[in-house]
């Protein structure tokens, strides 16, 4: 599985992005990750390929959606409403094997990284 993120910017407080991550071969989610200076890395976002099911990290919900494009092979998020805590390099990670949904943010469950993107948002 090859990974390629992207859509990463700079942006103002209460503004949008929207990352992309195309993924190539077999997969069975994708799940967004971001990881801050001097932070863990932390689960943002996942959607799984079988049944579409997504999740959300607390801090994002209500702001931030994850979905696909099945025919571009691409998975979005779109970040609204962003705050500077946002501020983070995102990664994409793709999962060979079936996920369950209480690990679908976390990291472990990965298998393949693509390269970060930056987000900063300026207050």
């Known amino acids: 599985v090859q990974l390629q993120a992207s859509g990463g910017g700079l942006v103002q407080t209460g503004g949008s992005l929207r990352l992309s991550c195309l993924a190539s071969g077999f997969y069975t989610a994708i799940g967004w990750f971001r990881q801050a200076p001097g932070k863990e890395r932390e689960g943002v976002s996942c959607?799984?390929?079988?049944?579409?099911?997504?999740k959300y990290a607390e801090s994002v919900k209500g702001r931030f959606t994850i979905s696909r494009d099945n025919a571009k092979n691409t998975v979005y998020l779109q970040m609204n409403s962003l705050k500077p805590e946002d501020t983070a390099v995102y990664f994409c990670?793709?999962?060979?094997?079936?996920?369950?949904?209480?690990?679908?943010?976390?990291?472990?469950?990965?298998?393949?990284w693509g390269q970060g993107t930056q987000v900063t948002v300026s207050s």
């Open positions: 959607i799984r390929n079988r049944d579409g099911s997504t």
């Open positions: 990670a793709a999962s060979r094997n079936g996920i369950i949904t209480s690990s679908m943010l976390n990291s472990y469950a990965y298998n393949y």
